[in-house]
Each structure stands twice: as structure tokens, then as C-alpha cells.
């Protein structure tokens, strides 16, 4: 089955940029998703399509892909950032469910 | 849009729950439902998918045999019956809509844009 590599952890300063990789065979021919997910809630979608942000995400969540790498930059890191941080394609190859990343946890120092 | 669950609990290994989603605020047939799980301190797991657009039911290959998902497009909700459970199965339960139905360049791909707040499955 398909499979997404992430950092497992990624440290930055307040107001600092933080950047989340995810990794996956041919991911430049999939629509790439990123959700977040603070602890005890349930993960929001922050960047769809790699670049676009659904209503009420902050500018400062971006996304970009480049060869076999998609990227989360979060700007300006806030305290309330800190969370966990999953990537999401499509797998039409297998079982054609949606495949998540193993998650990054962005620790706000 | 909402997506609420309910229906998790605890169970012993063998058993069976059924796990219901009730959703409002959206045309159940312009998105699919599908329902991911995350174990206790681990990633995110997708369990089954609702092809709304006329395709077929999708399983993981960890609950297929097991789980089976249905829907009530009266009540607007969907459900995963869950039988044989498992140890492995222990999880918070989320259900979520996937929207859109399929690529347009106007909304973009699918995507999961809607989640519950989840629902824990214990089994021991």
C-alpha cells in the first residue's frame, strides 16, 4: 500500500517559520491534503490541493509540492500552533481509501 | 455542516458495537461519509469509505470481513457495524464527510473537510 513519511517531531521559536515534509513515491501526481490536530480534538483541514486554504485558516498555512516532497510552512508560529500535522492523498492503486502521513508534531518552544 | 458520533464504548474481544453518525447542514448526497480511527497515541487511520457517487463501499484490509458500513439517506446518518472485534481495534472513532464528490476546478478534489468529534471504542 502507498505510503507518506513525515519528520516525526519539528521544534521552532515563536514567530519563527516551521516546515512540515511529506514524502511519497509519484506524490506530484496527487492532489496532497494537511490537517491538524490538537490534542483531544479531532484534526481540521488547514491546506487542501497542496496551496489552497478552506475558510478561516489563518494566510499563514501554506503549501507547496516539489518532486517527491509536499511541504506545511506555518509563518509567524504561534503558541496555538503546536499540534500534530498530517499529510493525506488518495490511493486509487489498492484498496482506494485515503492514506495519512505518520504525522509530524510541531512543538512551539 | 456537523457530523455527530455515537455509539462507542467498551466491548470484549469477540463482540460487537455499532457505531452511528448523524449529520446535518448538508446534502447527504453531494459529499461521500467515511469513518477514520486513530489507536491511543497513534496516527490516523482510515477504516471505510462511502462512494456517493454510485461507486462501491471501501475497507481497510485490517477490518474488511469485520466492519460494515450503511447509510440512511432518511436520517441523514451512516454507520459502521463493527463485529469480531478486536484488541487492535481500541481506538477514538471519527466520522467525517469527504467533499467533493469528484475533482472539479471550481471546488478543487476531495477531501475530508468535516469531522466529529469521535467516538472511543475500547476493546479488552
Known sequence: SYVLTQAPSVSVAPGQTARVTCGGNNIGSKSVHWYQQKPGQAPVLVVFDETDRPSGIPERFSGSKSGNTATLTISRVEVGDEADYYCQVWDTTSDHLGVFGTGTRVSVL | ?124
Open chain 2, 1 to 124: 455542516a456537523q457530523v455527530v458520533e455515537s455509539g462507542g464504548g467498551s466491548v470484549k474481544p469477540g463482540g460487537s458495537l455499532r457505531l452511528s453518525c448523524e449529520t446535518s447542514g448538508f446534502s447527504f448526497s453531494d459529499c461521500h461519509m467515511t469513518w477514520i480511527r486513530q489507536a491511543p497515541g497513534k496516527g490516523l487511520e482510515w477504516v471505510s469509505f462511502m462512494n456517493n457517487s454510485g461507486g462501491p463501499t471501501y475497507y481497510a484490509d485490517a477490518v474488511k470481513g469485520r466492519f460494515t458500513l450503511s447509510s440512511d439517506s432518511v436520517k441523514n446518518s451512516v454507520y459502521l457495524q463493527m463485529s469480531s472485534l478486536r484488541v487492535e481495534d481500541t481506538a477514538v472513532y471519527y466520522c467525517a464527510r469527504v467533499f467533493p464528490l469528484y475533482y472539479d476546478s471550481l471546488t478543487g478534489s476531495p477531501r475530508v473537510d468535516v469531522w466529529g468529534q469521535g467516538t472511543t471504542v475500547t476493546v479488552s
